[in-house]
């Protein structure tokens, strides 16, 4: 009898300890999930916004040279933005869009491939208390004099520039082309000309690039001009893509072009002569043009100002635009 006590006696502590056991499991468990919980809950969504070196605003950077973070941040720490950075003296910009990935330990990495000026490495980004700091590891440069390479600590911009957006949003409503065409400082009498000094051309250009990052087809008309027309400076928008009025083209002239160059070109013819466009994405694309000077809404506008060579190619590209 007392043999199967002592049995009896061993058997519930044994279970006892299975028991502990599985609840010391739990528990761990339960820790674990509790800082990954902790982790995703963290308010990352702060850092949602404008970040800059020294603070400077949007528009500072157009016109002095600096760099910029915009970033959007969800509540479970899914970072997605662009890192901008522009230079003073020659206003050359480079970009590195659709940066993502998942916070943790208050730090992301992330690849790119290219940051306009064919170079790349790794952004390390990090959320510290008061700024963001962002390092770019292993880089290699394409040998090119420029990119975006380096160490930034970023804090918050003093202000943001109205109706502006970096991530390519159109923000810049109608209304304001409509106020700035009504004479309220951009682009009143600029037509772009070849006797202007640098520093015109710079400044026309940086007070411009606001409404060419707006439009919708920045990013495409950019790589096209880096990449298959390989230039990497202003020249992209000193001058029209194509020479429609004063050159006769044919339709095998722009069988290899992108239907989005084909869809410019069209609308380019109309552009040289002051036409103001409803379609916002246009709009913003040719106000970042220093040669366009919009002064004839649509309403008004009479296509007897086009010339032989302009009425031969429109009636080429508009068959051929299917944008």
């Not at 790589?223 to 004063?246: A, C, H, K, Q």
């Given at each position: 009898m007392k043999k199967l006590k002592s049995i009896l006696i061993l058997l519930v502590a044994v279970i006892a300890a299975g028991c502990s056991g599985t609840d010391n499991e739990r528990q761990e468990n339960n820790n674990t999930a509790t800082e990954q919980q902790t982790e995703s809950k963290t308010e990352y969504t702060e850092y949602c916004g404008y970040w800059s070196y020294e603070g400077k605003s949007h528009d500072q950077i157009l016109a002095e040279g600096g760099v910029e973070l915009s970033c959007t941040i969800t509540e479970d720490g899914q970072f997605s933005g662009t890192l901008y950075s522009q230079q003073e003296n020659t206003g050359r910009f480079a970009s590195i869009e659709d940066i993502s990935g998942k916070i943790g330990q208050a730090e992301i990495y992330f690849d790119y491939a290219d940051d306009e000026w064919g170079n790349s490495g790794t952004l390390h980004i990090q959320f510290l208390s008061e700024s963001i700091y962002v390092e770019v590891l292993n880089y290699k440069s394409a040998g090119s004099d420029y990119g975006i390479g380096g160490s930034y600590e970023l804090i918050r911009e003093k202000e943001y520039a109205a109706g502006n957006d970096i991530m390519g949003n159109d923000v810049i409503g109608n209304d304001v082309i409509e106020n700035d065409i009504a004479g309220n400082g951009i682009v009143e009498d600029s037509d772009y000309d070849p006797s202007w000094t640098e520093e015109e051309i710079i400044n026309t250009v940086n007070e411009?690039?606001?409404?060419?990052?707006?439009?919708?087809?920045?990013?495409?008309?950019?790589?096209?001009?880096?990449?298959?027309?390989?230039?990497?400076?202003?020249?992209?928008?000193?001058?029209?893509?194509?020479?429609?009025?004063?050159?006769?083209?044919?339709?095998?002239?722009?069988?290899?072009?992108?239907?989005?160059?084909?869809?410019?070109?069209?609308?380019?013819?109309?552009a040289r002569h002051g036409y103001i466009f409803t379609n916002e994405d246009l709009q913003h694309y040719f106000m970042g043009c220093i040669w366009y000077n919009p002064t004839c809404a649509g309403t008004d506008f009479d296509d007897g100002v086009f010339n032989e060579y302009e009425k031969v190619n429109l009636e080429i590209l508009a068959e051929l635009d299917t944008y």
């Open positions: 411009r690039s606001q409404y060419y990052r707006a439009s919708a087809y920045y990013p495409e008309i950019t790589d096209y001009w880096e990449n298959v027309r390989g230039v990497r400076d202003i020249s992209n928008v000193m001058e029209p893509l194509f020479e429609t009025d004063r050159k006769y083209y044919t339709a095998e002239d722009f069988e290899n072009e992108p239907m989005l160059v084909i869809h410019l070109a069209k609308n380019e013819i109309y």
